[in-house]
């Protein structure tokens, strides 16, 4: 097992795919030439790699990167485009909203659009709302997208090739701040698969469910816990859409209590739709309320102790499971 | 350029049938519960379909806008799937999933049709993409409306198409109202055309009422395409002679503006031009007059015979259920 950050392992997943199918090509802002050059970023040395027909360097203009991405998809090609900032994605939104998710289906199903978006989150940085913005409840509300968010190295590698394999379009949301903390990402070729939940640990006392940055968060919280003789189990879903919720009910019904936790600010937030499918399926299983764990309803601030009070932490997450054990 | 006597035949034909196909719609619209949705035709404009589809090869990929059966009929698709899936029929080249407005023919390369005003042009950059990456010998068309210039995606499309040299024809098809403005009252430039000197690329004023004036400019542009010199904007001149839907009163179109530009009839003036020109006696126009004619009503027959969908159907065709390995 090498350690690599979610970034390398990224990369390794594109430049796997790239061989491994000519019809595979990436495009965005500043993928080929970019501002930063750090071998922890995800597109690091594919241009001097693949060539400028495969890694394809675009204007700033996320509506025709994303049309592109439809289009060529339509045509039988595997585009994989990245949004710069998870912000930008409003830009390119009409694209992927109203056609890359729709058009298969106003096909009647004549049609695929095997497409990949890549969008790049970053709070935590002091960049601000308009650079930080978690959006993947957006993205999950709408039928015909597949929604990604890994937590690990090694998911973010075996995930990005099943969904450069996928003949759906998919959402795939990095959160930066993952780029820089390396994790074990096995040697030999493998594929992780979209819409199958993962217990990042067992436990028999309460659930919480997590996903992207908060998982590492939620298995730290764990690990003190462990240290009072409550064990916690964490669910990392993987993926949003689609949903593993028989994952979620199960271990739901074995430990009877349950935490949601995101980054995203609350309300709208994809811890009410887990918490309605709890409510709905495993009621008679809750030994307490459950709790969401979430972002204010504000925008992600900019200055370092704002931002931090934006971003759920540890301590947050304690006094959750605190509540309801 | 010389067009030949079948071309002209062929042109004729395919106007005659989108102007039977679009006849009958207007008539059985107006019939309570006959037919779903809202109908939006392009009755008068058939010169710009007709003409340009006349000069693509089978393998060249249309992107169609709401005003669309004229594009589709002129690439071939087939009258009775069209007008079931305008019934909202199983039976429908999309199965009742797209209704008329977004008609979508992969059989004849009619990839997708947007109602999404200016959602043409960045697909179309897509699929032009996919067409130069594989070094085919082929081009993307893309038909919108003067009022789709107006949006932002046409300005990104065409930036990117000329920047990669991609083969695109975008054809603005500008008939003077954009709902119910008429183009002064939504755009400063006297021709959308000149927008092409933005991008760096070929841009033509035709008029669109003119179907070999539309021929001849669409087979120069397709010539520039394919010969890797990158796109062209054709802006076709012509006129919207009903409302913007069916249930549209005009009452902000001057009815002398009408009344002149029914008698600017495309379909009339190709028609005086074969006679003249002794391609086709009255005789034989009549009778393929007739022919189109029996065409539109066998078609309404197919889509009045059809069933309609389950409605548990609506559940089909969101994913493909994709086979990873």
Not at chain 1, 255 to 279: K, P, Q, Y
């Amino acid at each position: 097992m090498n350690q690599l950050g979610m970034g390398q392992a990224v990369n390794q997943a594109l430049r796997e795919e790239m061989m491994r199918d000519s019809g595979v090509f990436i495009a965005g802002e500043g993928i080929g030439v970019g501002i930063m050059e750090s071998p922890m970023l995800p597109t690091f040395g594919l241009l001097k790699d693949f060539g400028p027909e495969r890694v394809k360097d675009t204007p700033v203009s996320e509506a025709a990167i994303a049309g592109l991405a439809v289009g060529a998809a339509a045509a039988g090609l595997r585009p994989v485009v990245e949004i710069l900032f998870s912000p930008f994605f409003t830009l390119a939104s009409d694209m992927i909203v109203n056609h890359a998710a729709k058009l298969r289906y106003l096909s009647g199903g004549k049609s695929t659009f095997p497409l990949v978006v890549r969008i790049k989150n970053a709070s935590g940085h002091g960049a601000g709302c308009q650079h930080s913005h978690n959006l993947e409840a957006w993205a999950a509300h709408c039928p015909g997208l597949k929604v990604v968010m890994p937590s690990t190295p090694a998911d973010a590698k075996g995930l990005l090739k099943s969904a450069i394999r996928d003949d759906n379009p998919v959402i795939f949301i990095e959160n930066m701040a993952l780029y820089f903390q390396p994790g074990p990402v096995p040697d030999e070729e493998y594929l992780t698969p979209i819409g199958k939940a993962e217990i990042k640990r067992q436990g028999k006392d309460v659930t919480v469910v997590a996903w992207s940055n908060m998982v590492g968060l939620a298995l730290r919280a764990a690990d003190q816990f462990s240290q009072e003789g409550v064990e916690v189990e964490i669910v990392d879903v993987r993926t949003l859409a689609p949903l593993d919720k028989e994952t979620i009910l199960a271990s739901v019904r074995k430990t009877g209590r349950l935490v949601v936790i995101h980054e995203a600010n609350r309300t709208g937030g994809f811890a009410g739709e887990i918490s309605a499918i709890v409510m709905e399926e495993a009621l008679a299983s809750l030994k307490a309320p459950l709790r969401r764990v979430t972002g204010p309803d504000i925008p992600v601030p900019a200055s370092p102790p704002l931002e931090s009070f934006y971003i759920p932490n540890e301590e947050n997450l304690i006094s959750a499971i605190r509540e309801i054990i | 350029m010389q067009i030949t006597k079948e071309k002209k035949i062929e042109m004729l034909r395919s106007m005659l049938l989108s102007r039977q196909f679009e006849d009958k719609l207007t008539e059985l619209c107006k019939i309570e519960g006959k037919i779903p949705g809202m109908m939006i035709l392009c009755t008068g404009q058939e010169a710009v379909g007709s003409g340009v589809c006349a000069a693509l090869a089978p393998e060249d990929i249309i992107i169609s806008n709401h005003r669309s059966h004229n594009h589709l009929l002129a690439r071939g698709a087939d009258p009775n799937a069209l007008m079931a899936e305008i019934y909202g029929k199983r039976t429908g080249c999309n199965k009742g999933k797209s209704g008329t407005l977004h008609l979508a023919v992969p059989e004849v390369n009619a990839l997708c049709t947007t109602t999404v005003v200016g959602g043409g042009p960045p697909i179309a950059v897509g699929t032009a993409f996919a067409q130069q990456y594989r070094k085919e010998e082929s081009v993307t068309v893309c038909f919108f409306g003067d009022g789709a210039a107006d949006e932002g995606s046409f300005h990104e499309a065409l930036n990117l198409a000329s920047l990669w040299r991609l083969p695109v024809i975008f054809v603005c098809e500008n008939n003077l109202y954009a709902g119910a403005q008429r183009y002064e009252e939504h755009t400063k430039v006297k021709d959308i055309a000149d927008r092409a000197i933005a991008y760096a690329m070929p841009g033509e004023v035709v008029d669109g009422n003119d179907v070999t004036a539309v021929y001849r400019a669409a087979c120069k542009a397709r010539e520039i395409a394919v010969s890797e010199k990158g796109p062209t904007l054709i802006e076709c001149k012509t006129y919207r002679c009903h409302g913007h839907g069916e249930a549209d009163l005009q009452l902000y179109q001057p009815k002398d503006e009408i009344a002149a530009w029914v008698e600017k009839c495309p379909i009339d003036k190709l028609r005086d031009e074969a006679l003249s020109e002794g391609l086709i006696s009255n005789d034989a126009y009549e009778e393929m007059n007739r022919k189109m004619n029996e065409i539109v009503e066998n078609a309404v027959r197919f889509a009045e015979e059809s069933p309609f969908p389950s409605p548990e159907e609506a559940l089909e065709d969101v994913f493909v259920s994709s086979r990873i390995s």
